[in-house]
């Protein structure tokens, strides 16, 4: 059974830091790619960070700079530490997985958790 379970989400300032968690089950996470979502009020479900099952990383423009994703494969874990926090940052944060069964491509979405950035 795969599962993807969220945490770290909360209120935060402008300028502030989070780190959200992402704690998967059910597949071998070391052979995932994983990566972050966020979805904003009445916007878009857009792509922020990606790391493959070879470590590489990628980002959003938005977010470049600021936000870091990282995994622990012993742990699995994937993580997405946010530094810079602004208030266009508040929005829904989903974790990602993807692999291959047999050839098969399946993918897998977390409950997602919330982010608000505001004074």
């Known amino acids: 059974q795969v599962q993807l379970v969220e945490s770290g989400g909360g209120l935060v300032q402008p300028g502030g830091s989070l780190r959200l968690s992402c704690a998967a089950s059910?597949?071998?996470?070391?052979?995932?790619?994983m990566s972050w979502f966020r979805q904003a009020p009445g916007k878009e479900r857009d792509l922020v960070a990606f790391?493959?099952?070879?470590?590489?990383?990628s980002y959003a423009d938005s977010v470049k700079g600021r936000f870091t994703i990282s995994r622990d494969n012993g742990k699995n874990t994937v993580y997405l530490q946010m530094n810079s926090l602004k208030p266009e940052d508040t929005a829904v944060y989903y974790c990602?997985?993807?692999?291959?069964?047999?050839?098969?491509?399946?993918?897998?979405w977390g409950q997602g958790t919330q982010v608000t950035v505001s004074s």
């Open positions: 990602k997985s993807r692999f291959w069964r047999l050839g098969v491509r399946r993918d897998y």
């Open positions: 059910g597949f071998t996470f070391s052979s995932a790619d």
């Open positions: 790391t493959s099952n070879g470590g590489s990383t």
